[in-house]
DNA sequence: CTGACTGCAAATAGTTTGCATGACG
DNA sequence: CGTCATGCAAACTATTTGCAGTCAG
């Protein structure tokens, strides 16, 4: 959170109370949330923000690269707090949308085999696991 | 295309002129396309056919596993032809919008290895993998 | 102080639905 | 011929934009 806040006042945005109840509420939260859920969220402890501040804060920390947005299923965006920084994927729980980060991920192989065969020039991947957590599952 | 059609059959669907111009302009194309996109090219041969035709076939070829989703970037959907059955993933190049099918991926044992550690149970990925085609690389 | 930020309302973009008409099987 | 499919228009949902007032730095 002081790190988010940081990295804000460092590259030229303010830190309003509007911006702080997003963050804290983003970071407070394991699970990857739509911009509406993290509105209701944030809204029912801050009456007076709105819908656009949340839509144009996920903006901004997108773009300083502190969230990142899960894929997965659904057809509304998803977003998630970047906890380990630089390279990881996401393993999704289809019950409750918890969300775990791993960073392991040994396809670079993969990837210098499909470029040869390709000839593409491989930029990136996405790479998501789709499952039920353990407490979902004994919830059944 | 006749398989396609076949199947449609078989499930009770009825192929309609409309159906069988979106399943050809879909079969054709190498690369992913919107809805919107789609109906472009389809409503450029065939003036009559409207958009939520479209959408409604893309809905049923869905429903029949003939047709998935390619995630990526952008906000829109994006559909692809499900040209070798099962388990594959999707090479996209960001320049032309080709898609690259492949089905070849080790990630089983990572995907044990996390199951074991985090207590999920894995249902499915997601891989893609992002870059850019020899032909686009060469145009810049 | 002042430019960036907020909140509202209205505009857009993408997708879905209701309904009368049309055509596949 | 009956039923499912189509096409239009209108409804809906998610997201973006314009603008006047407000506030962090």
Redesign the pocket.
Known sequence: MEKVATIL?QSG???????RAVVSEIAMCHEHL???ALYERVHRKHK??????V???L?VLTELGLICQVHGEG???SYLLRRPSGHHHHLVCSGCGKVVDFAQCNITRLEQKLSRETGFAIDSHLLEFLGRCRECRRAV
């Open positions: 006042r945005y303010k830190l309003t109370p509007q911006r739509t911009p509406a007076k923000i709105g819908l656009v501040t839509y144009r804060t903006e057809v509304q965006r």
